[in-house]
Every structure is written in structure tokens, then in C-alpha cells.
């Protein structure tokens, strides 16, 4: 059977007949945006193509009482926050497990919660599901049965949505900070002995948001290399388009949070900054003619022909 041919038909503006002619040329896929892929990038480190600094009060760029509670890296040893080795020989069944994301933080399913031989043997002190607020009214992805029999504590992230979820990523946060530098924990140097067991349905979804986030906030990371951390142990995470644009919002966030700690800290250091940049801020308040006269564009085409733009067709 023969391929019908290829459409040779000229364009409206190249036929005799027309009244109009184009002004540019036609390009084929002119336009297109390539996308960014977040799962191949390469980088320096071999692992997740990123230096990474040591977590200490001096690395992280937020007020503490907002992610940390406290006197938090005074109670927590550096080993907590060393990556463990690459898991390299990754079994499809091993989806159905958890793995350790940090000494302290593991990832996994639901389903993981009925080896309590397991649970006891990694010495987990606290279960903390991440849910839809529906299952919650259901009792339903709870850690509260198993927390009971091995005498540990459970908690829950309940959300309503996507944007429910953004808004509670700091708790989430927090919430793990705060039970990993309890007064137990500053008795010894040994990071095994708070553990947290993250979960969801299918330990790849909000919970693999709510840990992506953790390391964003936690190692000054962009989304795409926390995601690549979290890959490393966890091959079968599915961060879907609504939780990727979500954790992408809250990067955007974090970098606004930190530039603003910056500014503290720097006029904290420097107050003769602060009243620089207080009297600039009053000069600015006191002059709002001058931004009105710098979006008056139409008298400054001529500075900048290249920004104007022309037509697509043009009489003949």
C-alpha cells in the first residue's frame, strides 16, 4: 500500500492572490522548549553531582525555631547527616521495603509496618505516615497499631491536597528535627539512637515529597538534586507533575527564606548596613513619582529597537 504524499500545498501569503506577504522567514519547530530532564543530570559529585557541606548551625540559612527547634546542632552529632553508600543493586520486591535515606530516616510503604521483627530490630522510634485526610477519617496508612505493640511513638501528616501539602511541609519538617534532637538523643553520639520511618501508601508518593523537601531544606539543595539523594536509596520513587511543580514552588520559597536570613545576618553583623538600607527603603517610600516615570515605556523605544516588535504579515 502506498504512503499518501507529503502536502505541498504553498502557504496563503506565498500565493499569487494574496494581499499579504510574511515578514520572516517559516522555521520548522521554531518555538519549542526542551524540557529539563531532573533524572540525568550529571555533576561533580559521583553520586548526586553536588558538593555537599557539612549540616551545622553555620550551613543552614534559616532562623532557628523555623525547621530546627532550638539548640538543635548542639544535641545532634554530623554523622546523622552523612549519606549512606549508593545502592547500586537495586530487586523490583525491594519497593515493597523501606531504605535508609540517613542514619536516622528511612522511606517505605505502608506495608513494611507488618514486620514488627524488622521494625524492632532497626530500633525506629517513631512512625510518621503522610496521608490524604480522608484516610485519616478511615483510620486507614496509621502506624498507631504497630507504635503500640513495639511501645513507640506515631504521628501523622494529614493533608487535604497539593496545596495543603506546601503549607505543611515546615511542620514536617520540624516534626522530625524536633524527635530526632530530643534530650535522649544528646546523651550519646550515636546517631542509630532516633529513628524515623517515613510512609505513605506507597512509601513513592507524598511521603518521597515530604523527604525530598527535608533534604532541600536541610543541605541547601535544589529539587532535582535532593530527588537524585532520595533516588540513590529508593530507585522506585514517582514524584508525578503536581507533587514535581509543588516541591519546585517550595524550592522557590526556600531560596526567598534564605536571602532574607542573609539580610539579617548581615545587618546584624554590620548595623551600619541595616541604617543604609533603611534610609534607601524611606527615599523610596517617599518618591513613588520615580516609579511611575520608569514604567513609562512609550518614550523609550528608541533606546531599545530590538524590544519592538513587528508584524507577521505585511501588505504587498
Known sequence: MALPSRCTEAPMSQQPSTHYVRTHEYVAGAGRVQRTNFYALAGIDSQIGVQLEPVSSDS??????????????????????????????????????AQMILPFLYLGPWACLKDRVWLEREGFTLLLAVRDQRLAHARLISGEKAAMELGIETCAVDTVDNQDLITALPRAIRLINDHVST???????????RKILLFCETGNGHSAGVLVAYLMAMFNLKFHQALQIAHLQRFCIDIDEPLKNLLLSFESILAAKRDVESSRRMASANPGLATLTTTNRKRDLEDPNDME????????????????????????
Open 60 to 97: 543552614h540559612c534559616f532562623p532557628e525555631g523555623e525547621f530546627v527547634p532550638p539548640g538543635f546542632f548542639e544535641r545532634v552529632h554530623s554523622d546523622m547527616f552523612a549519606l549512606p553508600p549508593r545502592m547500586n543493586d537495586w530487586k523490583y520486591h525491594m519497593r515493597r521495603e
Open 183 to 193: 534530650p535522649a538523643n544528646a546523651q550519646s553520639h550515636n546517631s542509630s539512637r
Open 293 to 316: 516615570d520608569s514604567m513609562d515605556m512609550d518614550g523609550h523605544d528608541g533606546l531599545f529597537p530590538a524590544r519592538r516588535g513587528t508584524a507577521p504579515f505585511q501588505d504587498r
